[in-house]
């Protein structure tokens, strides 16, 4: 498939446990995203990457959140110590535009739920 | 950080009945999406508006961005079951933000 694919679909984790969700996105894409989604609330930014590079963090809840895009392909976000507040979908975006913002257009993937006992 | 409310939080319908579903700030933006999210899928862009007074069409759908861009409007004609699922506005200007979506559910 050409879209952006995630990994694990579903995650859970006992409380303190570490995680890291992968997203594979959409090939030449030179911008990724990392959104939080809990239930019944519309995504909230977490990250963006240009490239390898971590343009803006501003959105990441903790210094528990960790993301990065080594090669500037594929991403992971990494969780320390989850805690119950970190259940959530954890959706991730890529798009071929250099820009953070503005009118582009991101193309998301299904998500990796989340749930922390 | 600019703040979008979505009206109504929740919506269910007959298939057939038209229906409209709001996006509102209290600051200008620079552009707009609308998105619809599927259970267990991730947002897919219906469209984005970027003029003042802008109306684009697609299908069933009809967008319309606000004169002064600072709210929106989806209007769905002879809703479809086809059509259920969380509607999302994103807008903003330097940073993009969601709203928190109206959940429609469009009944046989």
């Known amino acids: 498939g050409a879209g952006v694919s995630q990994s694990p679909r579903y995650k859970v984790a006992k409380r303190g446990q570490d995680v890291a969700l992968r997203c594979d996105p959409i090939?030449?894409?030179?911008?990724l995203f990392w959104y939080q989604q809990a239930l019944g609330q519309g995504p909230e930014f977490l990250t963006y990457?240009?490239?390898?590079?971590?343009?803006?963090k501003s959105g990441l809840p903790s210094d528990r959140f960790f993301a990065e895009r080594p090669e500037g392909s594929v991403s992971t976000l990494k969780i320390q110590r989850t805690q119950q507040e970190d259940s959530a979908v954890y959706l991730c975006a890529s798009s071929p535009s250099r820009t953070s913002g503005r009118v582009y257009t991101q193309y998301f993937g299904p998500g990796t739920r989340l749930t922390v006992l | 950080t600019q703040l979008l409310e979505q009206s109504p939080q929740f919506l269910s319908i007959q298939e057939g009945e038209n229906l409209t579903v709001y996006c509102n700030s209290s600051s200008v933006f620079s552009s707009l999406q609308w998105y619809r999210q599927e259970p267990g899928e991730g947002p897919v862009l219906l469209v984005t508006?970027?003029?003042?007074?802008e109306v684009k069409k697609l299908k069933r759908l009809t967008f319309q961005f606000g004169d002064a861009r600072k709210d929106s409007s989806l209007h769905i004609t002879a809703a479809q079951p086809g059509d259920t699922g969380l509607y999302l506005c994103r807008g903003g200007s330097e940073k993009l933000v969601f709203g928190k979506g109206t959940k429609l559910t469009v009944n046989p």
């Open positions: 990457f240009q490239n390898e590079a971590q343009l803006d």
């Open positions: 090939s030449g894409h030179v911008s």
């Open positions: 508006v970027v003029t003042g007074g």
